[in-house]
Structure formats: structure tokens, C-alpha cells
């Protein structure tokens, strides 16, 4: 079949809407009609070249949700006219990590940018060509083909434009200060960088009862939407949040401190170590340039002496399969809030300017609406 789909054909480029061509779902895969894709920084990353691809062209977009139009050879756990959300970790459920509650860690997350399926092979084509998907899912595409373990069935009642960021920037985001930053009750907990994941890392906080969370972005216009989602503070500097973390503890700094921005560097992460206190967790969900290796800032007596640790995160630490299930079922319940987050809807033809406009902090997250563009 043919559709439309954001292709990047040069790194760093800009996305290109193009007609491509998909082949039918072989064994163990489907074939997803998008309904919507959440325009996360880590695809952006692309654009930019800080996350250098080995294959290009490649469509990308790893937060999406839609509905099955048909399935391969061995599909068994889902069926045609389900509502899935895009998981970008095939988790095959067998593996070391799998087998221990950590489907995050999956094996099957090496072969995230080699642009081919789990068989080694291509689904997407234009021109002639074969293009890559990024993590195997490209939710940047009117139609996509991914593996089965790469989707999770939801209930239908919830609008994709809303179910669509359960692929990636909830459960990153809420699972950084749950899981892996493991925030507790009373807890004095620093967010940096209030973007889609650090608005969600602001409700995890909230969940798992911290009594001040600070949230932290140099962009002043993220600030005011930070108090709907958690923060009971906000900053543009960080050491000003760390001062008032230390008011706040006898001078001992913050439990927690979770770094959510855009590009993370090395300074910014020696200065969250700095505001944590003895035994405190530095969670690190941002990703940085991949092109360079940035050097953290790091005092050689106070690390071991206060024992603090500098914890990195992928996915927030969860299992999708359990953890997408459960975050549908809280946004029912009004214990998520999931439709506040998105700032604006795009057709996909306006891609590019969408991610100008969360270049410009005008977004929490910015979703391209596939159903309202048809």
C-alpha cells in the first residue's frame, strides 16, 4: 500500500512528507493505521544529527497510537480493529531482562536504529529505496507496519491524540520519579526541564506524595502550566533551586533531581549532583549530543563520601506491557492527566513547523492528529 510519511534522507535535514510504499505484515508483525503521533525531542535529536542514524532514509516517531488493519502469520496476542499504543522497545519477554520485570532493557533494543525489522529486513520504500524505521515502529507515517511485540492494546475510548504519548513521554517521563528515582512520600524533589517528559516527571512526583517538587527551565514560558502538573515551584535557574531545596532541609539539598531537558550536558548534570543531599539520586532521562562525549563535573571526595548516585533511565523504568495498561486506567480514573499536555494538534505536512514551535518553548507536546487530517 501506499501513504504519506515524514522522511529524513540527510543528517542534520529536515523532515520531508513523501509518498511511500509499505509491504504487507509478515509473521509476527501489523499493520496500524496511526491515529496520532506525539512529537517527542528524541526524534528531533534526528533532525538535528546529535543521535547519528547508520541508515538513512529513515521515517521516524516512536510515540503513537492508532488501530490494527491487519495482522501477520503467528499474530495471536492481537487482532484486527484493536486501539494499540507504539511501545519503541520490541520487548520479546524472554531475555535476561525481560524475564526480571525489565522490558525497558529488552535485547531486541539494539537493533532500535538499524532501520530494519526484526527479521533483518525492510517494510518501507520510496523512490525505489528502502527507508528505515526508526525503532521499528515510524509513527511519522499515515500507515505503519512493527513488529506485534511492539504495540499494546488499550481501551478504544480513549482519543489517540491522547493515548499516543503513553508510547513515550508518560511513562519516561512519571517513571523517572517513580521507579527510578523512587520518590517517597515528603520528599523534597527537583525536575529540570518541563518540557512533555519533565510536565510528567512533575506527576509522578505528585503520585508518589513528594511534598515540594521544583521544577526548572530556563524558558520562562513553561513555567505556568508546571503548577497543573505537580510543580509547587518553579525556576529558571537551577541553583536557585537548589538553594531552596537546602532551605528546605536543613541545609541538605533535594532527595531527587531529575533531568528532563531538551540536550543534556555535562555541567548541568554535576550541577544536580551538587544540589542533592547525602545518599540523593540524580536521575538522568535526557540524552545529549551523541556525536560528542560530554564531561560531567564531578567532586572525587563528596560522590563516594556522600554516597549520592548519578542514575541513568531509559522508558522511566517501565515494563509497557504492564505499565500502558495501568496508565489508561488512572487517566479514566482522573489520576492522569494525559489530554493537558498537548498544547497543539498538527497534520503531518506541518511537521517541521511543529517542531520549530517546541524549539521556540511554545509546546508542552505538540501531536500530529492523523483522524482530524484525513
Same mark, same amino acid.
Given at each position: 500500500?501506499?501513504?504519506?510519511? +515524514?522522511?529524513?534522507?540527510?543528517?542534520?535535514?529536515?523532515?520531508?512528507?513523501?509518498?511511500?510504499?509499505?509491504?504487507?505484515?509478515?509473521?509476527?508483525?501489523?499493520?496500524?493505521?496511526?491515529?496520532?503521533?506525539?512529537?517527542?525531542?528524541?526524534?528531533?535529536? =534526528?533532525?538535528?544529527?546529535?543521535?547519528?542514524? $547508520?541508515?538513512?532514509?529513515?521515517?521516524?516517531?516512536?510515540?503513537? +497510537?492508532?488501530?490494527?488493519?491487519?495482522?501477520?502469520?503467528?499474530?495471536?496476542?492481537?487482532?484486527?480493529?484493536?486501539?494499540?499504543?507504539?511501545?519503541?522497545?520490541?520487548?520479546?519477554?524472554?531475555?535476561?531482562?525481560?524475564?526480571?520485570? *525489565?522490558?525497558?532493557?529488552?535485547?531486541?533494543?539494539?537493533?532500535?536504529?538499524?532501520?530494519?525489522?526484526?527479521?533483518?529486513?525492510?517494510?518501507?520504500?520510496?523512490?525505489?529505496?528502502?527507508?528505515?524505521?526508526?525503532?521499528?515502529?515510524?509513527?511519522?507515517?499515515?500507515?505503519?507496519?512493527? $513488529?506485534?511485540?511492539?504495540?499494546?492494546?488499550? /481501551?478504544?475510548?480513549?482519543?489517540?491524540?491522547?493515548?499516543?504519548?503513553?508510547?513515550?513521554?508518560?511513562?519516561?517521563?512519571?517513571?523517572? +520519579?517513580?521507579?527510578?528515582?523512587?520518590? +517517597?512520600?515528603?520528599?523534597?524533589?527537583?525536575?529540570?526541564?518541563?518540557?512533555?517528559?519533565?510536565?510528567?516527571?512533575?506527576?509522578?512526583?505528585?503520585?508518589?506524595?513528594?511534598?515540594? =517538587?521544583?521544577?526548572? /527551565?530556563?524558558?520562562?514560558?513553561?513555567?505556568?502550566?508546571?503548577?497543573?502538573?505537580?510543580?509547587?515551584?518553579?525556576?529558571?535557574?537551577?541553583? /536557585?533551586?537548589?538553594?531552596?531545596?537546602?532551605?528546605?532541609?536543613?541545609?541538605?539539598?533535594?532527595?531527587?533531581?531529575?533531568?528532563?531537558?531538551?540536550?543534556?550536558?555535562?555541567?548541568?548534570?554535576?550541577?544536580?549532583?551538587?544540589?542533592?543531599?547525602?545518599?540523593?539520586?540524580?536521575?538522568?532521562?535526557?540524552?545529549?549530543?551523541?556525536?560528542?562525549?560530554?564531561?560531567? $563535573?564531578?567532586?572525587?571526595?563528596?560522590?563516594?563520601?556522600?554516597?549520592?548516585?548519578? *542514575?541513568?533511565?531509559?522508558?522511566?523504568?517501565?515494563?509497557?506491557?504492564?505499565?500502558?495498561?495501568?496508565?489508561?486506567?488512572?487517566?479514566?480514573?482522573?489520576?492522569?492527566?494525559?489530554?493537558?499536555?498537548?498544547?497543539?494538534?498538527?497534520?503531518?505536512?506541518?511537521?517541521? *513547523?511543529?517542531?520549530?514551535?517546541?524549539?521556540?518553548?511554545?509546546?508542552?507536546?505538540?501531536?500530529?492528529?492523523?483522524?482530524?487530517?484525513?
Amino acid at each position: 500500500m501506499r501513504c504519506q510519511a +515524514a522522511v529524513m534522507y540527510t543528517q542534520p535535514g529536515k523532515w520531508e512528507v513523501t509518498e511511500v510504499e509499505l509491504d504487507p505484515p509478515r509473521a509476527g508483525e501489523i499493520l496500524i493505521r496511526m491515529g496520532a503521533a506525539g512529537l517527542c525531542h528524541s526524534d528531533d535529536h =534526528i533532525a538535528t544529527g546529535d543521535l547519528p542514524l $547508520p541508515y538513512l532514509p529513515a521515517c521516524a516517531g516512536h510515540e503513537g +497510537a492508532g488501530v490494527i488493519e491487519a495482522v501477520g502469520d503467528g499474530v495471536s496476542r492481537l487482532a484486527v480493529g484493536d486501539h494499540v499504543v507504539t511501545t519503541f522497545i520490541p520487548s520479546c519477554g524472554h531475555c535476561r531482562w525481560c524475564a526480571s520485570g *525489565q522490558q525497558a532493557l529488552c535485547d531486541n533494543g539494539a537493533l532500535l536504529f538499524s532501520g530494519r525489522q526484526l527479521d533483518d529486513t525492510f517494510r518501507m520504500h520510496a523512490g525505489g529505496t528502502d527507508v528505515g524505521q526508526v525503532a521499528m515502529i515510524s509513527t511519522f507515517s499515515e500507515y505503519t507496519v512493527v $513488529p506485534e511485540l511492539s504495540a499494546v492494546r488499550i /481501551d478504544p475510548s480513549v482519543p489517540f491524540t491522547s493515548a499516543c504519548l503513553l508510547g513515550c513521554c508518560v511513562p519516561t517521563g512519571w517513571g523517572s +520519579a517513580v521507579n527510578v528515582g523512587q520518590v +517517597a512520600p515528603g520528599d523534597v524533589v527537583i525536575v529540570i526541564g518541563l518540557g512533555g517528559v519533565g510536565a510528567n516527571a512533575l506527576q509522578g512526583c505528585r503520585h508518589a506524595s513528594a511534598t515540594h =517538587i521544583l521544577g526548572v /527551565d530556563t524558558d520562562p514560558k513553561k513555567l505556568p502550566a508546571a503548577a497543573t502538573f505537580g510543580a509547587t515551584q518553579t525556576f529558571t535557574s537551577l541553583d /536557585d533551586a537548589a538553594d531552596t531545596a537546602r532551605q528546605l532541609t536543613n541545609g541538605q539539598g533535594a532527595d531527587v533531581a531529575i533531568i528532563t531537558v531538551g540536550i543534556n550536558k555535562g555541567d548541568l548534570m554535576g550541577g544536580a549532583l551538587n544540589a542533592i543531599r547525602k545518599a540523593g539520586t540524580v536521575v538522568v532521562t535526557a540524552t545529549g549530543d551523541g556525536r560528542a562525549d560530554e564531561l560531567v $563535573p564531578v567532586n572525587t571526595v563528596a560522590l563516594p563520601m556522600y554516597q549520592k548516585r548519578l *542514575q541513568g533511565a531509559i522508558y522511566g523504568g517501565c515494563s509497557p506491557a504492564r505499565a500502558i495498561p495501568t496508565f489508561v486506567d488512572m487517566y479514566k480514573s482522573g489520576q492522569l492527566l494525559l489530554d493537558e499536555l498537548i498544547t497543539r494538534t498538527y497534520p503531518l505536512a506541518e511537521i517541521n *513547523q511543529a517542531y520549530e514551535d517546541m524549539h521556540a518553548g511554545n509546546n508542552i507536546r505538540g501531536v500530529i492528529d492523523f483522524v482530524a487530517n484525513r
